[in-house]
């Protein structure tokens, strides 16, 4: 089988893992070296439903000792199978760069002899990258559970981000759908990681760095009945406990000739879209997830994201005013995000803020203005008693008349 034989099957084969980023990494670079990951270092491109390709993203190998039934790439599958050796991966990586065609790598892998095998393969192409290549672009591997810490090591000694991933939420789900899989080796894998950064972190050396675009991880959504409100207590204890700098939710997707048993049709691609709002309520905003899902509305609402359904819920916490509220209760202001809030307070320092005002920060009037005082308006209560509040903030129609 030839290169572009393997690139077709392997490059198809990664792309149901979408726990790919690009940002966040920082590296020097030696004036002959390639690559940047820093300003317009990476070039972002999208797949038509959203999804981030701007790397070159491709398996080391396909062939798999593990039967996951969500998994294409499983051991009982016919899928055609290949595999690249480290250094025709490193040489890809080094001619597309050169070629223009991507700014970095994202590299994963199905599990070959043992996870220390495979980690040690994908470590390997790091390495080869950085010092045979002197290549300083983005590298994102996954970090096979189950690896031993001194393979981990090396592998975020080259590699910008690390990532485990967890892939369902709860031991139940994997028992069911994937049972070689625990959650508590990959935790383990996780923490391994996340000691790393610690250490490095508080005593760093010169001219080296251990992942310094952090950690991250996977969750399927819908291949299980699992909840959003399963989810994401999950994503929040993992994010506390190992650090993680991103928690990637991925619809589930059939597969061909998926197992008997696994649902006919993925999620709606909005649950996911709103998993990603309500996570980075929780990560940005200061919301817990009870806040957000709890015991008697587990799923997230489909039709109005997630923080203006809190907002309706929450309507005696309105209206805020916005000459004089703290930043955690600006926040929680529907068309608010955190940049336009900051403008509010650095403004504010200097005169009190109008409707206009708002406007020319980026707030997003439509859906901010039922919740909010200003200098020149005072809706009191008028809208947040309205019955189609709702229905005028989720659609954003042409608003709430004059003041």
């Not at 439903?49 to 000792?65: E, M, P, Y």
């Not at 905003?285 to 799923?299: K, L, M, S, T």
């Amino acid at each position: 089988m030839d290169t572009l034989d393997k690139l077709r099957i392997l490059a198809e084969a990664a792309r149901y893992d979408a726990s790919c980023a690009s940002s966040g990494g920082k590296r020097g670079r030696t004036e002959a070296g390639l690559g940047n990951v820093e300003g317009m270092g990476i070039c972002h491109s999208f797949t038509p439903d959203g999804r981030c390709v701007s790397l070159l993203k491709v398996l080391l190998t396909n062939h798999c000792i593990y039967d996951c039934r969500y998994c294409v790439n499983r051991l009982s599958s016919n899928t055609p199978r290949a595999r690249f050796t480290p250094d025709e991966v490193a040489s890809l990586t080094v001619s597309f760069y050169q070629r223009n065609y991507i700014e970095g790598l994202f590299l994963s892998s199905g599990i070959v002899g043992s996870p220390d095998e495979t980690m040690e393969q994908l470590a390997r192409v790091a390495e080869l990258l950085r010092t045979k290549y002197d290549f300083h672009g983005y590298i994102h591997l996954k970090a096979a559970p189950g690896a031993s810490a001194a393979l981990l090591a090396k592998a975020g000694r080259y590699a910008d981000r690390l990532s485990a991933n967890i892939e369902l939420p709860t031991q139940a789900d994997l028992d069911a759908l994937a049972p070689a899989k625990r959650i508590d080796e990959t935790e383990a894998t996780m923490a391994s990681i996340a000691a790393s950064i610690a250490d490095h972190a508080a005593a760093p050396r010169p001219g080296t760095s251990f992942a310094p675009a952090g950690q991250s991880t996977q969750l399927i959504v819908g291949a299980t009945p699992a909840t959003d409100a399963t989810l994401l207590h999950t994503a929040d204890r993992l994010t506390r406990t190992h650090g993680l700098r991103r928690v990637y939710y991925t619809a589930y997707s059939p597969i061909p000739e998926s197992p008997s048993g696994m649902p006919a049709a993925g999620p709606p691609l909005v649950r996911e879209h709103r998993l990603y709002q309500a996570d980075w309520l929780m990560r940005r905003y200061g919301f817990g997830v009870d806040e957000i899902v709890d015991e008697a509305a587990p799923q997230l609402r489909l039709d109005v994201d997630p923080k203006l359904a809190w907002a309706l819920r929450n309507r005696a916490w309105f209206p805020v005013d916005v000459n004089t509220a703290s930043r955690p209760r600006l926040l929680r202001v529907p068309g608010m995000g955190v940049r336009s809030v900051d403008r509010i307070l650095e403004t504010r320092r200097h005169r009190r803020l109008t409707l206009v005002d708002l406007a020319r920060l980026r707030v997003a009037l439509g859906r901010a203005r039922p919740f909010v005082v200003t200098d020149d308006y005072n809706p009191g209560l008028r809208w947040l008693d309205r019955a189609d509040l709702e229905e005028k903030v989720a659609t954003q129609l042409p608003l709430f008349g004059r003041r």
